[in-house]
């Protein structure tokens, strides 16, 4: 939704993956919000917090919403859950240039998990973003 909790955490995950893997100069990777809550504001703290105890860095990252050209300039864009999904693909019908990104659930990636969302943990406690990353990490 605005970017600061689950989102920029998938970004750090799959960049450390990347990277271990030797791919980052063939993919790029960026995270969005569906809002504009946050734009322009660092990651959650307890998120920060939590990914640094896995070895992810989230410092460098800042709130943006997705736009209508990141669905044309990527590949994949991975939605958290449901609702942003809806959102993404509502903001593909729009006039404009084609959509070349294949709009997906992160966790359509993860056996078991297709078609389920990632639980959102704002509202929660810390294990939430534990959790976050136990999913992402697999996905």
Known sequence: MGNICRSP?????????LQAAGLTDRVTVDSA??????????PDPRAVL?????????????????TRVDL??????????????????KL??????????EL????????GHEGQSVPDPYFGGDV??????DLLEEA
């Open 92 to 101: 593909s019908r729009q006039p404009g240039e084609k959509v070349r990104a």
């Open 50 to 66: 939590a990914a640094q105890l896995r070895g992810f860095d989230l410092s460098s990252l800042r709130g943006r919403q997705v």
């Open 33 to 42: 919000g569906t809002h504009d809550y946050h734009i322009g504001q660092a």
């Open 128 to 133: 939430g973003f534990t959790h976050v990353l």
């Open 104 to 111: 997906r659930l992160v966790l359509d990636f993860l056996p």
């Open 9 to 17: 955490t998938a970004e750090a995950v799959l960049k450390s993956q």
């Open 72 to 89: 044309t300039r990527f590949d994949y864009v991975l939605a958290m859950d449901q609702d942003n999904l809806a959102q993404v693909k």
